[in-house]
């Protein structure tokens, strides 16, 4: 069990990037009062949980109804996901993970930014909506399992808005090549794991048999 939630956490922990979540939050917020800070990160957590558990619960019939199979998920998410740990280890920008350069321009004139770009794309994006329906769909319907996964999803989520209470202190703490050494490294095993799935989707689908 302890590996299940190390390899939930890690996918998590890649595919939701609360560092780079809190850097944003750090940039589209500095003219902010704290109290704002404060309700557009709690809101903006709190929409992004409820899509990824939607889709936790829900993410498997809405594959039933578009006649997706499992190995078909499992082969085009690790594809994903590949993509995005390769973008994390050269250290560029992904709009799996982050939001594109017209986002951003379109963020820095609202407001409120809780649901956009807080809650989506960033905390409920491609990647992480993508991970949760491969991760619950590898359990198989084991109950312990999904609690696992949900279990991890819940925790970056709040590491992220734990990150976005202090962004500007972590920002300055670690300087853009700590943010990047974190971000590579988690890459890495970003891409072993993107691999397994891709490996396991393309046994279970049974071209080569």
Known sequence: MREIALVAFTTYFAT?????IAAVFAALTHRTTPS???SMAFKGTVIGACVLLFFAFFGEAVLRNFGISLPAL?????????????????ARQSGGMTTTDEENQEALGKQDVSVFPIATPLIAGPGSIG???LLIANAKGDQTHI??????MLSVVTLAFLLMMVATHVHKLLG?????VISRVVGVLLAALAMQFIFDGISASGIFS
């Open 147 to 152: 609690f696992t996964i949900i279990a991890a």
């Open 176 to 180: 853009v090549t700590g943010l990047q």
């Open 16 to 20: 939701i990037a609360p560092l780079d």
């Open 131 to 133: 991970a949760t329906i």
């Open 36 to 38: 704002q800070r404060i």
């Open 74 to 90: 499992r082969t085009a998410g690790g594809i994903l996901l590949l993509l995005m740990a390769i973008d994390m280890v050269f």
